[in-house]
């Protein structure tokens, strides 16, 4: 491979999510999404879990995948990039739970992992306590809420989860490299980024670094960049831009190239965007 080779052709986006200044009353993210495209992939400390209301897909974890189909929970494990993979219209109620509230009740993240795909009837129904906890906002709800979360957290570690040997298994150190390398990308997409400056970015040399990223991320560099592009130029045309402006100011100086790595992150043309109406 040529040492001087531009990542300025290809991409998929990760982002790195520290999940800080949350409530301490509450210590979890918790939403419901509705998606028809591929969510961005993103990558954090905490552990997240995903209950599939309906439709199904395809989550990416990793170098693994866990299929989405209702009633289905999968987890995602810490330190671990994941993305959703819609084959029709998904539905699903996503919670993330920070780690303090594992450790407040004694419960060890650092030799936890739960299994990717969990098909678990009991687990369901306490996750369905959460979702209505959230919806109704009743009386005691803050209560209700952490007791409800703390019993399904209870039910996945006692019936689906396996022993890790720690934490920093994953290699804390080179996840950190990795994060600063997609920092270096989020800031520098728009120019003609080198794969030696990425991997100069991230303190490692460029081949050890491909391999932790892809070990790490479950994707390459090349398909970080793209995606990141990718979803700049579609803000860009969902903004009024032209198709041309839009990929010269989101990191791509061949037209046409732009237009087939744009489909092929997207699903569609770049002109089938422009010619939508903004939200």
């Known amino acids: 491979m040529n040492d001087k080779i531009l990542l300025s052709e290809e991409i998929s986006e990760i982002v790195y999510e520290p ?41 990416l974890l990793g170098d693994k995948s866990a299929a989405a189909r209702p009633g289905r929970i999968i987890a995602v494990n810490s330190f671990v990039a994941h993305s959703v993979f819609p084959k029709t219209r998904l539905r699903y109620a996503c919670l993330i739970v920070d780690t303090r509230f594992f450790l407040e009740n004694g419960i060890r993240v650092d030799t936890l992992r739960l299994h990717e795909s969990i098909d678990d009837g009991e687990a369901a129904a306490r996750f369905s306590e959460i979702i209505e906890e959230y919806a109704h906002a009743a009386d005691f709800a803050e209560a209700g809420i952490r007791a ?32 600063t390398a997609i920092e270096f990308v989020k800031s520098n997409f728009s120019s003609h980024i080198t794969l030696d400056a990425v991997a100069k970015s991230a303190g490692l040399t460029k081949y050890h670094f491909l391999r932790k990223f892809k070990r790490i991320t479950g994707m390459t560099v090349l398909e970080y960049v793209n995606t990141v592009r ?34 092929k992150y997207t699903g569609v043309l770049p002109s089938e965007i422009k010619n939508q109406k903004s939200p």
Do not use: W
């Open 230 to 263: 990718c979803r700049h130029a579609r803000e860009l045309l969902v903004g009024g831009a032209s198709v041309k402006d839009a990929a010269i100011r989101s990191g791509f100086d061949n037209f046409s190239h732009f237009s087939s790595v744009f489909k």
């Open 19 to 59: 999940h800080i200044k949350r409530a301490d009353k509450l210590p979890f993210i918790f939403h419901i999404d509705d998606i028809r495209c591929r969510a961005m992939a993103n990558l954090h400390e905490n552990i997240e879990l995903l209950y599939i209301l309906e439709g199904t897909g395809q989550v």
């Open 148 to 179: 409800a979360v703390l019993r399904l957290l209870v039910r996945l570690c006692r019936d689906h989860s396996a022993p890790s040997e720690s934490r920093s298994d994953p290699d804390a150190e080179g996840f950190r490299s990795v994060c």
